[in-house]
C-alpha cells in the first residue's frame, strides 16, 4: 500500500493539553504532509516535511520524520476546541497524486 | 484569499438518476484533482488532470463515472447512472506543483446522498 497509516484513529484530550498522532508508511517518498479535515468540510494544508528533513514547526506544530523508520509524528501544543478536526498524513511519492491515510480524529475538549 | 470553489454543497438523489458536480480551481492551477471520500476515511482519488489533459484515471470507474476540463480551468464530474454506494463526499482540489512540490488546496466538497 502506498497510502499512510494514523495512529491513534481517534484522540480526546483536554484543552491545554498536547496531542500527538502518528503516521507510517512502507513506501519511498519526496515529501510527508498533514492536513487537516473540519466535519463535513474540505481538506487545509498544514504542513510539509521533505525527506531530507527530520524536524520542521509552524506555530503550535511540529512536525517530525524518521527516513528510516518510515513513520511522521505531528504534535499540536496547548490544544484548543478549534483543533477538533481529522488530522490526516498525505505521502508524496513524486509517481502520482498525494494519497491519503485513513486519518486521526482529535476531539479537544473545552 | 483565493479558494476552490464547488457546486452544490449538498445532493440527494434517487440512484440510476444522473448527477454532476462542479469544481472551480484557483486561478493558475494547471493541475486538479477528484477526489472521493466515504465516511471516516481518507480522500481517494479519482481522476488528476494537467491542464485539460487528464494525467490519471486510473481509479475511476469509467462505466458510470466521466470527468472533464475542456479549456484546462474549470471541471466537471459527472456519474450515470448513481449507485447507492456512490453515496460520499465528493473532493475537489487544485495545486500549481511548483518546484515538484504538490501542496493540493481543497474546495468544501459536494455531499451525495444516494437513495
Known amino acids: 500500500s502506498q497510502q499512510g497509516e494514523e495512529d491513534p484513529q481517534a484522540l480526546s484530550i483536554q484543552e491545554g493539553e498536547n496531542a500527538t498522532m502518528n503516521c507510517s508508511y512502507k513506501t519511498s517518498i519526496n515529501n510527508l504532509q498533514w492536513y487537516r479535515q473540519n466535519s463535513g468540510r474540505g481538506l487545509v494544508h498544514l504542513i510539509l516535511i521533505r525527506s531530507n528533513e527530520r524536524e520542521k514547526h509552524s506555530g503550535r506544530l511540529r512536525v517530525t520524520l524518521d527516513t528510516s523508520k518510515k513513520s511522521s509524528s505531528l504534535l499540536i501544543t496547548a490544544s484548543r476546541a478549534a483543533d477538533t478536526a481529522s488530522y490526516f498524513c498525505?505521502?508524496?511519492?513524486?509517481?502520482?497524486?498525494?494519497?491519503f491515510g485513513s486519518g486521526t480524529r482529535l476531539q479537544v475538549q473545552p | 484569499e483565493a479558494e476552490v470553489a464547488q457546486s452544490p454543497r449538498y445532493k440527494i438523489t434517487e440512484k440510476s438518476q444522473a448527477v454532476a458536480f462542479w469544481c472551480d480551481p484557483i486561478?493558475?492551477?494547471?493541475?486538479l484533482y477528484w477526489y472521493r471520500q466515504i465516511l471516516g476515511q481518507g480522500p481517494e482519488l479519482l481522476v488528476q488532470?494537467?491542464?485539460?489533459?487528464?494525467?490519471?484515471d486510473s481509479q475511476l470507474p469509467k462505466d458510470r463515472f466521466s470527468a472533464e476540463r475542456l479549456k484546462g480551468v474549470d471541471s466537471t464530474l459527472k456519474i450515470q447512472p448513481a449507485e447507492l454506494g456512490d453515496s460520499a463526499m465528493y473532493l475537489c482540489?487544485?495545486?500549481?506543483?511548483?518546484?515538484?512540490?504538490?501542496?493540493?488546496?481543497f474546495g468544501p466538497g459536494t455531499r451525495l446522498t444516494v437513495l
Open positions: 482540489a487544485s495545486s500549481l506543483l511548483a518546484g515538484g512540490i504538490d501542496t493540493q488546496y
Open positions: 488532470f494537467q491542464d485539460e489533459s487528464v494525467v490519471d
Open positions: 486561478s493558475g492551477h494547471a493541475t
Open positions: 498525505a505521502l508524496d511519492t513524486g509517481r502520482r497524486a498525494l494519497t
